[in-house]
């Protein structure tokens, strides 16, 4: 697994949560939640809560809270409500308001960052994967997803970044602007053709920088990171991420099928 040079993050807990956009509520917020929301915590969500209280799902700095408004409007609580039984009433209240929409506009980012499609573009699955052209553990990764992209079952979107050498950037331009990306990403991947930074376009300079700040502003530190859906007991659709590597067990979760 290949770390960057400068110093990791913190504070990772949600992996939207370092990204300065996210859903408010809708409307004038009471005056206690909106003094919150001045002193920088974003409001994602209002939720029913038992003894008059009223709940907002809030977010600061990658860490998610809960927000209890007194049932007269003029004081708010920051914590976990629990019940007589000691169960916590806070926990799902924030997986729902807070980390479901956080991820939903990280998938969002995501789809909209600067990538190299491999694999059929009617595949069933999607990953996104942040590569770093020097990255030999992005190569091997891309050689062990080869069963499932050439049978059609899976689609990598390689976000390309420039973090681990002073050549890196170049080098992510150079396939990102080349005139045929997925095919000199595929020559150099597999080895056939080392791609070597030259000149680009400012254009595609940008793209790496904005890809680098996605990267940052995400809280990762190692290439290849992977982000995935996957299908929750419930049914409902959530993200994960694996930085680095990822073990013979969790490729299959992130390939989401033994290899064909």
Not at 141 to 149: A, G, I, M, N, Y
Not at 214 to 237: C, D, M, N, W
Not at 240 to 252: A, C, F, K, N, T
Request: charged share 20%; aromatic share 6%; proline share 6%.
């Amino acid at each position: 697994m290949h770390l960057k040079r400068h110093p990791v993050i913190s504070g990772f807990l949600l992996l939207a949560g370092l990204v300065g956009t996210s859903a408010s509520v809708a409307g004038e917020l009471p005056s206690p939640i909106q003094a919150l929301a001045d002193q920088g915590l974003e409001i994602h969500g209002q939720f029913d809560a038992p003894g008059g209280l009223r709940g907002y799902g809030a977010s600061v700095q990658g860490q998610d809270m809960a927000i209890y408004l007194t049932p007269d409007g003029e004081h708010a609580v920051l914590g976990t409500l629990m019940d007589s039984e000691g169960n916590d009433l806070t926990e799902a209240q924030l997986d729902e308001h807070v980390r479901a929409p956080l991820e939903a506009q990280t998938w969002q980012l995501l789809s909209e960052s600067h990538w190299i499609q491999d694999g059929d573009v009617d595949a069933p699955r999607v990953i996104y994967t942040f590569t770093d052209a020097n990255c030999p553990y992005c190569r091997q990764l891309w050689q062990d997803v080869r069963p499932w992209v050439e049978a059609g079952e899976v689609q990598l979107r390689h976000i390309m970044v420039g973090i681990l050498a002073p050549d890196s950037p170049g080098k992510a331009a150079t396939l990102l602007g080349a005139d045929d990306p997925a095919a000199t990403l595929h020559g150099h991947e597999s080895g056939q053709q080392e791609i070597e930074a030259s000149a680009q376009p400012r254009e595609i300079e940008e793209q790496v920088y904005a890809n680098n700040q996605l990267f940052e502003e995400l809280g990762l530190y190692a290439t290849p990171t992977s982000v995935f859906q996957r299908e929750t007991e419930k049914g409902s659709i959530r993200l994960d991420r694996i930085q680095g590597m990822p073990s013979d067990e969790r490729l299959i979760d992130m390939m989401g099928s033994e290899a064909p």
